[in-house]
């Protein structure tokens, strides 16, 4: 699999998760990129990025947390190569979806998937891609009462958990 041999438009999810799980197989391509920084949450590595494809390589530690989000236009596919990841959808006025998605297992979604993903592991590594390219997210904080808030950022921000709304007042 090269990056070259991709087709010049949007990846469907089948396509996404099929290029996620061919650069599984073949560490060379972002093997040296693995790293854990003491401090300063996930580490994160640009694999490649056209007009048509955005993909990167994630490092976590037990705590990592994206907070819930949306990849606004975009589909995407995780695959973990190490270690494991815990994948949360939101329920509102229920119980939060919560699935371990382990070493070797990976799923795709479409532009209209709102989760969370924390690093269930120590050493977890996960390879993502996303079509069209990330150019905006969003990022939502759920309050005590289910009231749900978004708010749009870049895709060069760092995705964290974001402050709570105070009262929930509509």
């Known amino acids: 699999m090269s990056f070259a041999s991709l087709p010049a438009r949007t990846l469907d999810r089948r396509e996404l998760r099929d290029l996620v799980d061919a650069l599984a197989a073949d560490p060379s391509r972002w093997a040296d990129l693995v790293a854990f920084p003491e401090e300063g949450g996930r580490h994160y590595a640009s694999l490649y990025r056209d007009s048509h494809i955005d993909v990167w390589l994630l490092c976590w530690r037990p705590g990592d947390d994206t907070g819930w989000h949306d ?23 229920g119980e939060h979806l919560e699935t371990v998605v382990s070493s070797g297992e990976s799923f795709s979604f479409g532009p209209d998937h709102i989760h969370r993903l924390t690093g269930a592991q120590p050493g977890s590594v996960s390879i993502h891609a996303y079509s069209p390219p990330l150019w905006r997210m969003g990022q939502y904080s759920i309050g005590e009462t289910g009231l749900m808030r978004r708010v749009s950022v870049s895709y060069a921000d760092e995705l964290r958990p974001v402050d709570e709304p105070v009262g929930d007042v509509a």
């Not at 990849?71 to 006025?93: F, K, Q, Y």
């Open 71 to 93: 990849h606004d236009i975009s589909s995407g596919a995780v695959r973990v190569v190490a270690g494991a990841l815990l994948e949360c959808n939101p329920r509102i006025g």
